[in-house]
């Protein structure tokens, strides 16, 4: 007697769990790189606290992403991937996999921007914007690799 396993559920909760963790991953990374730098420059020149709690925040975003994909894949696209077949459940996985990593990647690099820009921001308060631009150029990587995850996900319900 040949049982044939189907992945497919699996996978799509696999891809689920790499949307969400991994942007989790990014985000903590990158808030953890950017609180470090803040909280020494709040330590500094506490009238900077404001600007500070802004920058180390902006990492934060990444986490959104990934919840987005994953709620897409459970909740708002398929409605029920239990029957997915192993294919379907490996072109979700997929899915979610790249926001998950862009977001990782996003999230960490982000940080280390924002950890450089409070430096500036240290000496001249007047750079927040600048500092803002240069962590969004970052930004825009998350938001590509959440636009490839969801013309995955739209695909696949076509």
Do not use: H
Request: net charge negative.
């Amino acid at each position: 007697m040949d049982s044939v396993i189907n992945w497919g559920p699996a996978l799509a909760f696999a891809g689920v769990a790499f949307a969400g963790a991994l942007g989790a991953a990014g985000s903590s990374f990158g808030c953890g790189k950017a609180g470090e730098a803040c909280a020494s420059v709040s330590g500094e020149k506490p009238e900077l606290f404001v600007k500070m709690l802004i920058l180390q925040a902006l990492p934060g975003s990444q986490v959104i992403y990934g919840f987005v994909i994953a709620a897409l894949i459970l909740f708002g696209t398929f409605g029920d991937v239990s029957g997915f077949t192993t294919g379907e459940g490996a072109q979700v996985f997929f899915a979610g996999l790249t926001i998950g990593l862009a977001a990782l990647a996003s999230g960490m690099f982000q940080g280390r921007v924002i950890a450089a820009g409070a430096q500036a921001v240290a000496k001249d308060a007047n750079q927040l914007v600048n500092v803002i631009v240069f962590a969004a150029v970052v930004e825009t990587f998350a938001i590509f690799g959440f636009l490839i995850s969801f013309l995955m996900i739209q695909g696949m319900s076509a």
